[in-house]
């Protein structure tokens, strides 16, 4: 079982940058692709959004449109941990974020990723 853990959340105003990490403990996550989604507040578990992917060997990255050209998801290689930059953060943009595992990162939904962190909140003020 992989253990994720989401870091870097927190209170930034509109414009603002963050990054947010995705480290996993009791087990490499390296057969895995790892996705970002987030959760808007008021929006439940079946609400929750897709962010971005990155495959197991981090030569295939995906994106949603509301978010490409803002975010770059990246894996940290030995670090054992994939970063989500986030870059001209938008109101819209506050949410809890979590981080998962799949063996099909190209797929955009929660039912494709067997493992979640407990998430990290991004505020992001206007």
């Known amino acids: 079982q992989v253990q994720l853990v989401e870091s870097g959340g927190g209170l930034v105003q509109a414009g603002g940058s963050l990054r947010l990490a995705c480290a996993a403990s009791g087990r490499t996550f390296a057969p895995y692709g790892i996705g970002w989604f987030r959760q808007a507040p008021g929006k439940d578990l079946k609400e929750r959004e897709f962010?971005?992917?990155?495959?197991?060997?981090?030569?295939?990255?995906y994106y949603a449109d509301s978010v490409k050209g803002r975010f770059t998801i990246s894996r940290g290689g030995a670090e054992n941990t994939v970063y989500l930059q986030m870059n001209d953060l938008e109101p819209g943009d506050t949410a809890v974020y979590f981080c998962?595992?799949?063996?099909?990162?190209?797929?955009?939904?929660?039912?494709?990723?067997?493992?979640w962190g407990q998430g990290t909140q991004v505020t992001v003020s206007s």
């Open positions: 962010v971005s992917s990155i495959s197991q060997n981090g030569d295939r990255t």
């Open positions: 998962a595992a799949s063996y099909a990162p190209y797929m955009r939904v929660t039912a494709a990723y067997d493992f």
